[in-house]
C-alpha cells in the first residue's frame, strides 16, 4: 500500500478594528478599519493567494488529478474576498472545478467558540459548511478547528455535528511516545477519525526554509523527498498542515518557495512511495491505529501546544467571558448588524493580541500583532465590546 | 587584578537632593558586587556615607597643590552665573530654594578665593555653583595625582571637568556619564551656553559617554556631535533594599489617577490636564491628582478652573519623603507624561507600590519597562484611552500592576553595573 501525503492550507484574516476610543463608546458603532483590512487582503492576494493558488492548479493539471491538496478558508476571510478580492474567490472556484481539492469545515469567525459552552459553535459550523457550499459546490467532509485546537469534548461536539474526521496537532505531551503518522480515533467519539501534523516537517517548510542559519539550509525538492521516505518507514501517513500565507508572505517568491513546491510532486512521485491524498481520501485508505485521549485542548500554537495564547492571561479571560455571555441574547435579537459585529468580535486573533507570553520579544509581537502592546489591544478590544453591549441592550 | 576606578560624584546617601546620588550609590554598589574597587569622590562628605562599596573621598578635606593649575586658568572658569534649579536632574525647586537662599547665607561677605588651601565645598546646589564646579576640578587634579586607579568615571556635568583634570594628570581612560542633558533640563531655545559647553567637552574628552537611555544617547549624538561609536547606552536600574511598604487609609470613594514630578514643561503637565478632562466627561467617579510644584504650577491651576473639573481634580503641593509613599499607595493609575525624560524612575516606583502606570514613549524608561502602557506625550487621546481602560477595566489594572512590580523587581543594578565593568575592561586593555 503506498503511505499518503496529506497538504492542508489555512486562510483566515481576521477584520480587523479600528481605534475605538472610551469616548466613542455608545456613539459610534462603527468598528472595524476598513482602510487597513482592504490593503492586508489585498496585498496577500497579489503576493500569495493568487500566485499559490495559480500554481496548485497547473500542478494538478500537469500531474493528471495526482496532485491534491486539501483548503480550511475561514468565513470571515471568505467575506473579504468577496469584497477586496473577488478574484481570489473565482481562482477558488477553478481550482474546486478540478474535483481535486477538498474544502474542510472551521468556525466561520476562526472563533474560540468550541472552548464555550454556547450553541455559538454548532451556529458558526453550519453556517460555515452553508458558505463553502454556496461558493464552491461542495459540503464539507472533515473538521478542523481554529489552530488546530482540540478536546475529546471538542470532539464529541464535531461529531454529534455529522462529521467523521478531525484534524489537529500531534502535541507531543499528548502523543508520548506515539506517532503523529497514523490516523487515530478520537476517545470519546470512537467513530471520529484524527489527522495530526507532522510539525517537523511541517515546520521545515514554514519556518525554517530560508533560514540561512539552519544547518539544512537551503531546503531543496530532493532533499525534502528523502527526508519524507525516510519518514515513512514504519508508518502511513504524513500531515502537512501549514498557513497559506507560507506562500508568498512568510516565505518572500524570492526565497524560492513557489519552486520549492512546483518541483516537489515530481520528485516525490519518482523517489518514493507516496501519493497526495485529500483528508477524505486519506481516512478511506487507512484505518486508526489507536484512540488518543486528550482531556485538555491542544493546538498547534506556540511551544505549549495549548490554548494559553488566547487564554492564557486574566484580560484574554475577562473578554471572552465578556463576550460568550451575550451570545443568548445576541441570537435572540437576531439583528443582522449585531450579528454581523459579533460574528468579527468572535475571531480568535482579537485574543491572540493579548497574550503577554510574546510581550518579552518585541519582534515577534509586532509581527503578529496590530497593537503595540498586549494592554493596548485589551483596551481597544474591551472599548469596542463595551460598545457592542449597550447596543445589545438596547436591542439594536 | 581588581579594576579600580576614579570616579567623581555630586552627592552620595545620606546626604541627597535628587535622584543623582540615588544613581551613584545603586551602580557602586553594583560594581563593587563584580569586584569592582571605587574611589568614589565627593565635594563634601557627612561622614555617614555606607562605604561597603566604595571609599569615599572629601574633596572638602583635600588640600590643594599649586602647582599646575594656574590662577588665570581658573578665573577664566568660574564665572558667576545664575543659577536654575534645572540644572540638576530630579531636583524639586523647593529643594533648590532651600539651598540657594543657605547658600547665599553661608557665603555672605565672601569675596577672596585663597590657594594653597582646603576648601570648603557645600556640594549643594546654591548660586555659586560653577565656583564649585571649578573648585571641584581643582582638587580633582590633586586627588588624581596621590592615588593610583585604572580608569576615571565623572557622573554628570558638575563632574566632567574634574574628569578632565584627572584625565590630564594621570593619562588614563575617561568615562562621562550622562544623566541628563541641557537640553532635557531647558527645551531648545532655552540652552544655557555655559552648562553646555561643559558638558560638550566633558563628552569629547572622555574615551566613553554612557548615556542612560537610546533617547538621551541619541541627544548626546545629534546635540553634542559625539561620535556614535563612542557612546553606550546603559539602563539605570532602581534599588529597593531600604523600600518601606506603607498602608493608607484611603480618603475619598473614588479611584485616583496621579501625576507625581515637577510641574514643568519638562514633565509633560498640561497633557495629564487634558486627558484628565477627557475621561471625566465619560467616567466621573475618579479623582486627579497633581502632586509637586514647579514654574508651571499657576498656569496648571488656571487650566484645571477654566475646564471647571476643579472639583475632581486636585493640587497637593510639594511632596518629600514618606509622603511620596502615601500618595502612590493611594493611587489607582500613575501617569508620567514627560515630554523628554533621560530616564525616570519614578514609574518604577509607582509599579514597586502595585500601581498601574501610563508612561510617554520619550522618557528613557520606557525603552527597558514592558508592562507599562506607553503613549506620545502630546496624544492626549491615547493617554486618556488608557487612564479609561485601567479604570474601567479592573482585569486590566490587576495584570499590568502584578506584573509590574515583578518586572520592576528584576530590573537590577548588578546588570547596569556588568555592562559598565565591561566597557572599563576593554578601555584599559585599549591602551595598554
Redesign the interface.
Known amino acids: 500500500m503506498k503511505k499518503t501525503i496529506c497538504f492542508y492550507f489555512q486562510l483566515h484574516q481576521p477584520v480587523l478594528l479600528r481605534r475605538y476610543?472610551?469616548?466613542d463608546?455608545g456613539k459610534r458603532g462603527d468598528y472595524f478599519d476598513e482602510y487597513v483590512n482592504r490593503s492586508t487582503i489585498r496585498r496577500l492576494a497579489e503576493h500569495c493567494y493568487l500566485p499559490a493558488n495559480r500554481l496548485i492548479l497547473e500542478l494538478i493539471e500537469r500531474h493528471g488529478g495526482r496532485f491534491k491538496v486539501s483548503y480550511s478558508i475561514s468565513g470571515l476571510a471568505l467575506e473579504q474576498f468577496e469584497w477586496h478580492a473577488p478574484e481570489v474567490i473565482e481562482s477558488f472556484k477553478e481550482l474546486a472545478a478540478t474535483g481535486r481539492v477538498e474544502f474542510l469545515a472551521e468556525t466561520y469567525a476562526h472563533s474560540l467558540s468550541s472552548l464555550s459552552p454556547t450553541d455559538e459553535f454548532e451556529r458558526q459550523v453550519k453556517r460555515h459548511a452553508d458558505k463553502v457550499e454556496e461558493l464552491f459546490g461542495q459540503r464539507p467532509a472533515t473538521f478542523r478547528n481554529s489552530s488546530l485546537i482540540y478536546s475529546d469534548e471538542i470532539g464529541e461536539r464535531v461529531f454529534n455535528l455529522g462529521y467523521k474526521t478531525m484534524l489537529t496537532d500531534g502535541a507531543k505531551h499528548v502523543l508520548g511516545w506515539k506517532s503523529p503518522n497514523f490516523v487515530y480515533a478520537s476517545a470519546a467519539r470512537p467513530g471520529l477519525n484524527l489527522l495530526l501534523k507532522n510539525s517537523r516537517l511541517s515546520d521545515d517548510i514554514t519556518v525554517r526554509f530560508s533560514d540561512k542559519e539552519w544547518g539544512e539550509y537551503p531546503l531543496t525538492a530532493d532533499k525534502y523527498a528523502r527526508w519524507l521516505q525516510a519518514e515513512a518507514e514504519g508508518h502511513e501517513i504524513v500531515n502537512l498542515f501549514m498557513n497559506y500565507e507560507t506562500f508568498g508572505e512568510d516565505q518572500p517568491a524570492s526565497t524560492g518557495i513557489f519552486d520549492f513546491m512546483r518541483y516537489l510532486p515530481e520528485k516525490i512521485y519518482a523517489t518514493t512511495d507516496f501519493e497526495y491524498l485529500t483528508p477524505r481520501e486519506a481516512v478511506e485508505k487507512h484505518r486508526p491505529v489507536a484512540p488518543l485521549q486528550v482531556p485538555y485542548p491542544i493546538s498547534w500554537t506556540d511551544e505549549e501546544r495549548d490554548v494559553s495564547s488566547w487564554l492564557g492571561?486574566?484580560?484574554q479571560?475577562?473578554a471572552f467571558e465578556e463576550l460568550y455571555r451575550v451570545q443568548p441574547r445576541v441570537r435572540q435579537l437576531d439583528d443582522p448588524l449585531l450579528n454581523e459585529a459579533y460574528c468579527r468580535l468572535q475571531a480568535s486573533n482579537h485574543f491572540y493580541y493579548m497574550s503577554?507570553k510574546l510581550?518579552?520579544d518585541d519582534d515577534l509581537f509586532t509581527h503578529r500583532s496590530p497593537y503595540?502592546?498586549p494592554?493596548?489591544a485589551?483596551?481597544?478590544y474591551?472599548?469596542v465590546l463595551?460598545d457592542f453591549l449597550i447596543r445589545v441592550d438596547k436591542g439594536k | 587584578m581588581k579594576t579600580k576606578v576614579l570616579m567623581f560624584g555630586w552627592e552620595f546617601p545620606p546626604r541627597i537632593s535628587g535622584g543623582l546620588g540615588t544613581a551613584s550609590y545603586g551602580l557602586t554598589k553594583g560594581l563593587a558586587k563584580h569586584g569592582v574597587e571605587i574611589l568614589f569622590v565627593m565635594p563634601k562628605a557627612c561622614g555617614e556615607e555606607d562605604q561597603s562599596a566604595v571609599k569615599i573621598i572629601n574633596a572638602s578635606e583635600v588640600e590643594m597643590m599649586d602647582s599646575y593649575a594656574t590662577r588665570e586658568e581658573y578665573w577664566r572658569f568660574v564665572q558667576f552665573i545664575e543659577v536654575g534649579s534645572n540644572l540638576v536632574p530630579y531636583l524639586d525647586p523647593e529643594v533648590f530654594e532651600q539651598e540657594a537662599s543657605a547658600a547665599i547665607r553661608d557665603h555672605a561677605g565672601e569675596s577672596r578665593v585663597t590657594f594653597r588651601n582646603k576648601f570648603q565645598f557645600s556640594g549643594k546646589y546654591g548660586v555659586n555653583l560653577m565656583e564649585e564646579v571649578a573648585r571641584y576640578a581643582l582638587v580633582a587634579g590633586t586627588i588624581a595625582s596621590q592615588n593610583s586607579f585604572d580608569v576615571i568615571h565623572a557622573h554628570d556635568w558638575l563632574t566632567y571637568e574634574a574628569g578632565i583634570v584627572a584625565k590630564r594628570v594621570s593619562g588614563k581612560p575617561l568615562v562621562v556619564h550622562v544623566h541628563a542633558t541641557e537640553f532635557d533640563r531647558s527645551g531648545e531655545g532655552k540652552i544655557n551656553q555655559q552648562v553646555y559647553d561643559i558638558e560638550r567637552r566633558g563628552m569629547h574628552a572622555a574615551d566613553r559617554v554612557i548615556a542612560v537611555s537610546n533617547l538621551t544617547r541619541n541627544i548626546v549624538i545629534k546635540h553634542y556631535g559625539v561620535a556614535p561609536e563612542k557612546v553606550v547606552t546603559v539602563h539605570n536600574a532602581v534599588d529597593f533594599q531600604s523600600y518601606k511598604e506603607v498602608t493608607v487609609e484611603r480618603g475619598v470613594p473614588e479611584k485616583v489617577v496621579t501625576f507625581l514630578g515637577r510641574i514643568t514643561y519638562q514633565k509633560g503637565p498640561e497633557y495629564f490636564i487634558e486627558a484628565a478632562n477627557?475621561?471625566l466627561?465619560?467616567?466621573p467617579n475618579v479623582r486627579f491628582v497633581m502632586a509637586g510644584s514647579g514654574d508651571m504650577l499657576n498656569r496648571a491651576i488656571r487650566r484645571v478652573a477654566q475646564l471647571k473639573i476643579a472639583t475632581h481634580f486636585h493640587f497637593t503641593g510639594f511632596l518629600s519623603g514618606d509622603d511620596v509613599q502615601r500618595m502612590f499607595a493611594q493611587s489607582d493609575v500613575y501617569v508620567m507624561p514627560s515630554v523628554s525624560e533621560p530616564f525616570g524612575i519614578s514609574p518604577l516606583e509607582a509599579m514597586r507600590s502595585g500601581v498601574p502606570t501610563i508612561i510617554s514613549k520619550q522618557s528613557g524608561v520606557s525603552e527597558v519597562l514592558?508592562?507599562s502602557?506607553?503613549v506620545d506625550f502630546w496624544d492626549v487621546?491615547a493617554m486618556?484611552?488608557?487612564i479609561?481602560?485601567l479604570l474601567?477595566?479592573p482585569?486590566?489594572a490587576?495584570?499590568?500592576g502584578k506584573?509590574g512590580l515583578e518586572e520592576v523587581n528584576r530590573l537590577k543594578w548588578e546588570n547596569a553595573a556588568e555592562k559598565i565593568k565591561c566597557l572599563y575592561y576593554e578601555l584599559i586593555h585599549a591602551e595598554n
Open positions: 476610543h472610551f469616548f463608546i492571561n486574566e484580560l479571560v475577562n503577554t510581550i518579552s503595540e502592546s494592554y493596548e485589551f483596551i481597544n474591551m472599548n463595551s | 477627557k475621561v466627561k465619560h467616567y514592558e508592562n502602557i506607553k487621546d486618556s484611552d488608557a479609561y481602560g474601567a477595566y482585569a486590566l490587576r495584570v499590568t506584573a
